[in-house]
T-cell receptor, first 115, second 117 residues
């Protein structure tokens, strides 16, 4: 069965600190995608990144970076120099490519960045 | 331009009523989804439609009936609303990638917060 685990339910940091959100997944598929979505207090789900299971290169986008390691089935997300606007719930998700790519979400990590 | 839109944004109703939530996407995608987010923020797929055909029905009570009049629209009708139906319902859409079967990223609508009193 496919599963996504986000063990950190809530993280609090002070502005400018770096923070890493953990994501561990389980799947028997060899082809899959991993995602991160952001849900700010306004409630919408904002797509952040999609990573193919065959591409283990780390990715950096501004203050955001992602570390994908198949050996440990992890897809961790780091925010460098966090800002108050980063406060949100962050979801890691795994797609099921043989079932219309339905997304299997983790339980989310609530990040609070204090000024 | 709104890519995936939902109406209404908020819906408050009494137990036992029937209500609908509408979703439209202008991305030209061929697949649309409904997800439910419960009070603990847990997100779970309910349905997916591909080119107006139901593909996924994830053990959702048959009081929930999705309807797709065309591939740009996927509506969710709920009969005999119960307290436990209170949640945020998200619509999403995606497009099959060339070569299939995988699809491109799912983009979500703003959500509809349903409160059943």
């Amino acid at each position: 069965a496919q599963k996504v685990t986000q063990a950190q339910t809530e993280i609090s940091v002070v502005e400018k600190e770096d923070v890493t959100l953990d994501c561990v997944y389980e799947t028997r598929d060899t082809t899959y995608y991993l995602f991160w979505y952001k849900q700010p207090p306004s409630g919408e789900l904002v797509f952040l990144i999609r990573r193919n299971s065959f591409d283990e290169q780390n990715e950096i986008s501004g203050r955001y970076s992602w570390n994908f390691q198949k050996s440990t089935s992890s897809f961790n997300f780091t925010i460098t120099a966090s800002q108050v606007v980063d406060s949100a719930v962050y979801f890691c998700a795994l797609s099921d490519p043989y079932n219309t790519d339905k997304l299997i979400f983790g339980t989310g990590t609530r990040l609070q960045v204090f000024p | 331009d709104t890519a995936v839109s939902q109406t209404p944004k908020y819906l408050v109703t009494q137990m036992g009523n029937d209500k609908s939530i509408k979703c439209e996407q202008n991305l030209g995608h061929d697949t649309m989804y409904w997800y439910k987010q419960d009070s603990k923020k847990f997100l779970k797929i309910m349905f997916s439609y591909n080119n107006k055909e139901l593909i996924i029905n994830e053990t959702v009570p048959n009081r929930f009936s999705p309807k797709s009049p065309d591939k740009a629209h996927l509506n969710l009708h709920i009969n005999s609303l119960e307290l436990g139906d209170s949640a945020v319902y998200f619509c999403a859409s995606s497009q099959e990638l060339a070569g299939g079967p995988q699809r491109d990223t799912q983009y979500f609508g703003p959500g509809t917060r349903l409160t059943v009193l």
